[in-house]
């Protein structure tokens, strides 16, 4: 991050710290969640602060009625510091992403396969079956494709919004060549391949590593 950027963002935390002290004077570390505090909380993980927009866009263009941002979310909340996850438990992971009863393990395999198509994860066979492991990809590198393809139901109302969170919270995933293994962009080179152009604002010039292969799938 450079040093004004890095600068805008500390002002930024300070503000707020020094807003949350005033209108909730009464702080105790009890009460509130400090993922600082390493001896007291425990299992969380890290995402992007634009997941809540990127889920929002990933809704609409999954199409109406099959919602993914649930099944997405619970992928990052069992995944590990490089997006990678053991999904063996179908019937556990499936409920906790908010599909029960009888049909909800099919169900849940849909989405999956819906966030698959659409780039966003990649999925690998295992002994539990067709879907055991999964590979979450950088999502600003997802929908950066998504934007340039002017894929269907890809929204410009909040991809603008998406814009503006991103250059808010001073992320730099756009700004900066990602590091990606070789052989992993050998094996995923497809979205690296030129789109035509759209009216859809641009996102900052970078270097993207390569992605995987967008599917279609029907279903």
Not at 91 to 97: K, L, M, N, P, R
Not at 165 to 175: F, N, V
Request: hydrophobic share 35%.
């Amino acid at each position: 991050m450079n040093a004004k950027r890095r600068t805008a963002v500390q002002r930024s935390n300070d503000k707020q710290s020094s807003m949350q002290a005033k209108l909730f004077p009464e702080q105790d570390e009890k009460k509130y969640w400090d993922v600082k505090n390493k001896a007291r909380t425990k299992g969380y993980t890290s995402m992007p602060r634009t997941i809540p927009l990127i889920g929002a866009m990933a809704d609409l263009m999954a199409g109406k009625g099959k919602p993914v941002t649930s099944t997405y979310l619970e992928l990052w909340c069992r995944c590990n510091e490089q997006g990678f996850v053991n999904v063996s438990k179908h019937s556990d992971v499936s409920f906790a992403s908010g599909f029960s009863g009888e049909r909800g393990v099919s169900t849940w395999k849909q989405r999956l396969k819906k966030l698959e198509a659409l780039g966003f994860i990649s999925i690998q066979s295992g002994t539990a079956g067709d879907i055991h492991y999964v590979q979450i990809w950088n999502p600003y590198l997802v929908i950066k494709h998504h934007a340039e393809a002017d894929t269907e139901g890809f929204s410009d109302k909040h991809y603008n919004a998406y814009l503006d969170r991103y250059y808010e919270i001073g992320a730099l995933d756009l700004e900066e060549e990602p590091a990606v293994p070789a052989a992993t962009a050998v094996d995923l080179s497809v979205l690296t391949a030129a789109q035509p152009a759209t009216a859809v604002p641009p996102m900052p010039t970078a270097a993207v590593p390569a992605m995987p292969e967008v599917k279609k799938t029907d279903t």
